[in-house]
DNA sequence: AACTATACATAGCAGTGCTATACATAGGCC
DNA sequence: GGCCTATGTATAGCACTGCTATGTATAGTT
């Protein structure tokens, strides 16, 4: 038929928008193909425009979000693991700063939504397993929880990335969640060991 | 000496502005001032340009924060007074959305930050006033607690202004605030009472 | 009333994302 | 193997962006 897409130049892109992004540097169509050797129209080729593209890193952040997530390792206190993974989510936010700005810019709209659903879901898990062993009353909605969850973790990683709360705030995740958790029925001071041996982790 | 600028020159530009932002009409140089009879220089005479525009609007933003923080009426009832503010600050999220979102953008600069810093130090106000009644335990900081509360509502706020939630999910606010609350000495029972109270003003 | 400093309108600048067109090239077909 | 076609690529140019230089009118000072 014709010349094939050489996947190299999507992942060379995206790597160079994220890293331009990373360097302050205004991320503009002409300034990301500049050192790559390709020309403006691999833009429009691979990503259909900047829309694509910046669509295209947004996926990347919720790829490494994922990750992050992924190299928690479940144990046998699921609010350990609950704490583990909202630390992780907070590590994950400010190891890549400027990309967790961009992943909830823009209406949320993704190529591959599943990636950001897949990760509220590993909380959700973790929920349900605190169900299971009796941690939390039987009422307790897990995806519920799990959303709690994220919105204090949202909220904290928005503000220190966007600038007006320092890095250290990111320490109040573990009162809030304890007190969260707590709430659900876990007994107060083993809830405490638990989420402070869970933010440890990352 | 010369003209003297016009103040309602500047407020036109920034209603207009913000009509446009809520219009979800691209906010460019030329379509602000297009129906306003003043010509595109009257941006750089009065903000400096669209950086200073996009400045004063975050700014009109914070004030109107303020606004809604100032209508809740303050009880004898400090933690539904701090519930109370907790659902106005989401209150003004949702009433103006865009508005909410830019706040939050561009490194948090503002012409007068006092503004921003007011709205938080109401809430510290409020968890002063819990401790002298009794309500939270005297190691409890009321700068911390409130800061947590305002991660907890920014997180709920800007995952319903940014798209990923429903706006439904605002009601998470009022159980995480109850938990936080009681992890900081108020009791179960009348904690829930007071914060649902507060929780429906707005 | 003359002067001057300031706001204003116009025109034009470099830079933006995007697209139309021509060209090169890889793959299917006989 | 040699065409042929479909696809990716490069170039040039489009409308638009924010911004600034220039000239002019005007309000405030003296």
């Not at 790559?36 to 952040?61: C, H, I, K, P």
Request: net charge neutral; charged share 20%; aromatic share 6%.
């Amino acid at each position: 038929m014709a010349r094939t897409k050489d996947p190299a130049v999507r992942t060379l892109l995206i790597e160079r928008a994220a890293q331009m992004l990373r360097a302050r540097e205004p991320v503009t169509l002409r300034a990301v193909v500049a050192g790559t050797g390709v020309s403006t129209m691999a833009v429009y080729t691979y990503f259909g425009g900047m829309d694509g593209l910046w669509r295209a890193m947004r996926q990347e952040g919720f790829s490494r979000l994922a990750a992050q997530l992924a190299t928690v390792p479940l144990s046998a206190d699921p609010v350990r693991d609950l704490a583990a993974l909202g630390s992780a989510y907070l590590a994950n936010a400010v190891a890549n700063p400027d990309l967790y700005r961009v992943m909830f810019d823009a209406g949320f709209d993704l190529e591959d939504p599943a990636a950001a659903d897949e990760s509220l879901h590993t909380l959700v898990r973790a929920a349900e397993r605190a169900k299971e062993r009796g941690r939390f009353r039987a009422d307790v909605d897990p995806l519920t929880l799990a959303t709690q969850s994220w919105a204090i973790g949202h909220g904290l990683a928005s503000l220190v990335t966007t600038g007006p709360l320092p890095r250290a705030a990111l320490g109040h995740g573990a009162p809030i969640l304890t007190a969260l958790y707590v709430s659900c029925g876990d007994d107060p001071s083993s809830c405490r060991r638990s989420v402070e041996s869970g933010w440890r982790l990352a």
